[in-house]
């Protein structure tokens, strides 16, 4: 896996700011006969073409093989109501390819319904999701095929007991991206090596320990190759000596470059990983910031009640 281009929008932006001038110029160039054409009936660059380039976002104009890019995933006013109860409040954020996000914050704020919600196990009551450019809530996508794109870690590793790991972590990419047995395990044998567990294929679920568990519980959502891994508190319920183990796992995918979603209560994984820590309450974002500003310099009371709970 390569390394990804990390661009936060705001740097986007910034980047359209800086070229400004640059643009005034190019209008200029623009408007003016090139003082010496470069030859003989060489057209001009139109106007509007070299508008949009200057206007791109920075790591547009830099993405490798001239590929166009936009965030990863894009949410924008997402509302959640369970009845009366207001789950999600107008939540609205980006992520980029190959960042990894860390969503904190107290309980029943909103943090597991907004994850589910990217990948519509949840389904908002209204909202736009765009993932990969396509609108994941318009009636006419045909969801599940997107859905595949984003893995999903649970507290609970919901294994199948009857089955071994091998055929747990095969089971879906044989039957929905109808890969051979032989395509699916080579893959499957290649991601157990790299969880070190590739001498467990062939045992069950309950012959393993709960880190090992939720290792395979990765394995089974990269075995269907996801551009996007969507983690819930992965190692709450897992006794506190198998915690490193699994934050391992997701740190090495983190620097290989996996775009990730994580709530999580581990803040030393969030200070270590994250490009950027989202905090929640009440459903809504109330903070966003990278792990230095959010965890040194917390702005809303309930952040610092938060922080200061976690932390302490
Ligand atoms: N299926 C549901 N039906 C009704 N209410 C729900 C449902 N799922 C979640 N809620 C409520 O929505 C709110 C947000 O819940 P959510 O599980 O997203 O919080 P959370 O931030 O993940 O909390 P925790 O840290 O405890 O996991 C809570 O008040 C919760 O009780
Ligand atoms: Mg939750």
Not at 198 to 207: F, K
């Amino acid at each position: 896996m390569s390394t990804k281009k990390k661009k936060s929008k705001p740097a986007a932006e910034k980047a359209a700011e800086e070229k400004k001038p640059e643009l005034e110029k190019a209008e200029t160039a623009a408007k003016k006969p090139a003082e010496k054409p470069l030859k003989e009936k060489q057209p001009e660059p139109e106007k509007k073409e070299i508008l949009e380039e200057l206007l791109k976002p920075e790591e547009t104009i830099e993405a490798e093989g001239g590929e166009m890019s936009e965030s990863l995933i894009m949410v924008r006013n997402l509302e959640k109501h369970y009845g009366d109860l207001h789950a999600l409040d107008g939540v609205s954020m980006n992520i980029e390819k190959g960042e990894v996000v860390v969503i904190i914050g107290p309980s029943g704020s909103g943090k597991s319904t907004f994850l589910r919600s990217l990948n519509l196990l949840e389904m908002p009551t209204s909202g736009e999701i765009i993932f990969e450019g396509v609108n994941m809530l318009d009636k006419h996508v045909d969801i599940n095929v997107h859905r595949q794109k984003m893995g999903m870690v649970f507290q609970h590793f919901n294994l199948f007991p009857h089955m071994t790991i091998m055929k747990n972590v095969t089971i879906a990419p044989m039957k929905l991206l109808k890969k051979s047995r032989e395509e699916a395990e080579e893959k499957a044998h290649e991601l157990l090596r790299r969880v070190g567990l590739d001498d467990r294929a062939q045992s069950y679920p309950s012959q393993l320990s709960g880190g090992q568990k939720q290792r395979i519980a990765i394995v089974r959502a990269l075995c269907m190759e996801p551009d996007v891994m969507l983690f819930d508190e992965p190692t709450s319920a897992l006794d506190p000596e198998m915690v490193g183990e699994v934050l391992d796992v997701m740190k090495s995918l983190a620097k290989e470059g996996m775009t990730m979603a994580v709530v999580t209560h581990e803040m030393g994984f969030a200070k270590e990983v994250a490009d950027r820590v989202v905090f929640m309450a009440d459903g809504k974002i109330l903070e966003t910031g990278s792990p230095e500003e959010i965890f040194s310099n917390p702005k809303t009371e309930k952040a610092k009640q938060f922080l200061a709970s976690v932390l302490s």
